[in-house]
C-alpha cells in the first residue's frame, strides 16, 4: 500500500526556512511575471517582422527590436538568442542557390569602380538581373538597381523576359529618383556599373545612360566581386523572400511578395555595412559610412625548410 504526503505550508513559513522574507517571495512572482510578459511581446514582434522577412537574422532582430523598445527594456543579445531558440525562432542553416549573356556585338565598357568608395547617394548604382522560380515551372527576371553608398534599391522590375525595355525601366525609376533629389535631369558624376550583359550594353540602354550624363563601367573579369554589392542584394531577397516560399503561384504573386520584402529592405531593414541602419535614411546622409564588422585577420603562414 503506497501512501502519499501532502505538505501544505504557508508562505510565511516556507520563507523562513529558506532565509527569506515573504516581500522576496511576492516580488519575484512578480518579477517572472513581468519577466514573461516581456518575452511574449518580444516573440510577438520577432513573428510579425519574420511575416515580412522570414531569413532576417537574429541578430539584426536584437537591433530593430532595441530601436522599437529601448536598450532598457530588451535582453542581452546572447539572452535574446535563447528566448528565439526556446520560441523555435532560430534560422535553420541557408541551403545557397548556384543568367547574363555577353556574347554579342555591343561595346563592352571598362570597369571604372576598382577602388572606388562612394560618399553619397547617387554616385555609383550597381545594376543585375536574377532569375525567381514560379510553381508552373517558368522563371520571372528581377531586374534591379542598387545605389552603392546607401544600399537602397532605387529601381526594380519583375518581368516574364530578359527584354532591354524591362530593365530600362528600372532604370527610369532609378533616374527618377536621382533627378527628385538633385533638381537636374543631368547626372554628372554618378557611375552606372553592370555585367556585360545585353540588356546593358545594348544601344538603347546605353544612351538613356548618356542622356543624363552617367558614367558607364562594366565588369571585365567574370567573378561575382566584380559586382559584389549588387550580388549580394540578390542574395538577400532570394534568402528572405524567395528561398522560404520555394516557388511562387504567378508572376503577380512573386511581384506582390517581393515589393512588400523591397519596401521593408529599404526603410526598415538595418545593414552592418552602413552602421545598422536601414538604406532609405542612409540615401540621405553623406560621408563614410561606419561598418559593423572587423575583418578577420589571418596569421601568416610559417614556412618550414625541410
Known amino acids: ?47 510579425a517582422i519574420r511575416e515580412e522577412d522570414p531569413r532576417i537574422g537574429c541578430y539584426k532582430l536584437w537591433i530593430m527590436l532595441i530601436d522599437l523598445f529601448g536598450r532598457d527594456h530588451m535582453p542581452g543579445r546572447d539572452r535574446f538568442f535563447v528566448i528565439l531558440r526556446r520560441h523555435g525562432l532560430m534560422l ?25 568608395i562612394p560618399t553619397a547617394a547617387n554616385q555609383l548604382w550597381v545594376a543585375d538581373i536574377t532569375y525567381i ?17 546607401s544600399h537602397k534599391i532605387v529601381g526594380w522590375m519583375l518581368a516574364d ?19 527628385a533629389m538633385s533638381g537636374s535631369e543631368v547626372l554628372t558624376g554618378l557611375i552606372h556599373h553592370s555585367d556585360r550583359g545585353v540588356q546593358y550594353c545594348c544601344d538603347e540602354y546605353v544612351a538613356m545612360l548618356r542622356a543624363h550624363g552617367i558614367t558607364i563601367s562594366m565588369t571585365e573579369d567574370y567573378k561575382p566581386t566584380d559586382n559584389a554589392i549588387a550580388e549580394r542584394v540578390n542574395g538577400i531577397i532570394k534568402v ?67
Open 1 to 47: 500500500m503506497e501512501l502519499v504526503f501532502e505538505c501544505c505550508l504557508k508562505v510565511a513559513l516556507v520563507c523562513r526556512l529558506f532565509g527569506h522574507c515573504r516581500q522576496s517571495f511576492y516580488q519575484s512572482k512578480a518579477d517572472f511575471a513581468a519577466e514573461a510578459a516581456s518575452e511574449r511581446e518580444i516573440v510577438k514582434n520577432v513573428r
Open 92 to 116: 535553420p542553416p541557408p541551403k545557397p542557390r548556384h543568367t547574363t549573356n555577353s556574347n554579342h556585338r555591343y561595346h563592352k565598357w571598362k570597369n571604372l569602380i576598382r577602388d572606388f
Open 133 to 149: 522560380a514560379l510553381d508552373c515551372g517558368g522563371v520571372c527576371y528581377l531586374h534591379l538597381i542598387t545605389d552603392a553608398y
Open 161 to 179: 523576359t530578359l527584354r532591354a525595355a524591362i530593365t530600362m525601366e528600372a532604370l527610369r525609376q532609378a533616374i527618377d529618383q536621382a533627378v
Open 240 to 306: 528572405s523572400a524567395v528561398y522560404p516560399r520555394r516557388r511562387f503561384n504567378s508572376i503577380e504573386h512573386a511581384k506582390n511578395v517581393i515589393g512588400r520584402y523591397i519596401h521593408f529592405y529599404n526603410y526598415h531593414r538595418p545593414h552592418m555595412s552602413i552602421g545598422n541602419k536601414p538604406p532609405a535614411l542612409v540615401h540621405m546622409e553623406q560621408g563614410e559610412q561606419k561598418k559593423m564588422w572587423k575583418n578577420k585577420i589571418y596569421p601568416p603562414k610559417s614556412v618550414t625548410n625541410e
